[in-house]
Nanobody, 121 residues
Framework: VQLQASGGGLVQAGDSLRLSCAAP????????RAWFRQTPGKEREFVAA????????YYADSVKGRFTISRDNAMNTVYLQMNSLKPEDTAVYLC???????????????WGQGTQVTVSS
């Protein structure tokens, strides 16, 4: 089962985007969920994570105060609201799931193809 990220696009610096991550065919009940991003030639970078209940979140310093992760368990979907976008936010954004603690960023899996976010200056 792979997670499906969507909502990316081409925007200008300072704009906002909202990404969605769906899990067709599986509920991932009890799983933490997270967003990562990747650019060519670089390793996957952690962006934000959220606990199963949604009551706890964790952000990379580079996005803290600008991005907000949330989830709707009834819809089996996780969101990433991205505000004040910068050119350095340009990347393919992927979502992951993990059955353990939401802070274990090295343990996430179930990667799909991701969605491209491009921020022009």
């Amino acid at each position: 089962v792979q997670l499906q990220a969507s909502g990316g696009g081409l925007v200008q610096a300072g704009d906002s985007l909202r990404l969605s991550c769906a899990a067709p065919g599986r509920t991932f009940s009890g799983y933490a969920r997270a967003w990562f991003r990747q650019t060519p030639g670089k390793e996957r970078e952690f962006v934000a994570a959220i606990s199963w209940s949604g009551g706890s979140t964790y952000y990379a310093d580079s996005v803290k105060g600008r991005f907000t992760i949330s989830r709707d368990n009834a819809m089996n979907t996780v969101y990433l609201q991205m505000n004040s976008l910068k050119p350095e936010d340009t990347a393919v954004y992927l979502c992951g799931a993990y059955s353990g603690t939401y802070r274990a960023v090295e343990r996430y899996g179930y990667w799909g193809q991701g969605t491209q976010v491009t921020v022009s200056s």
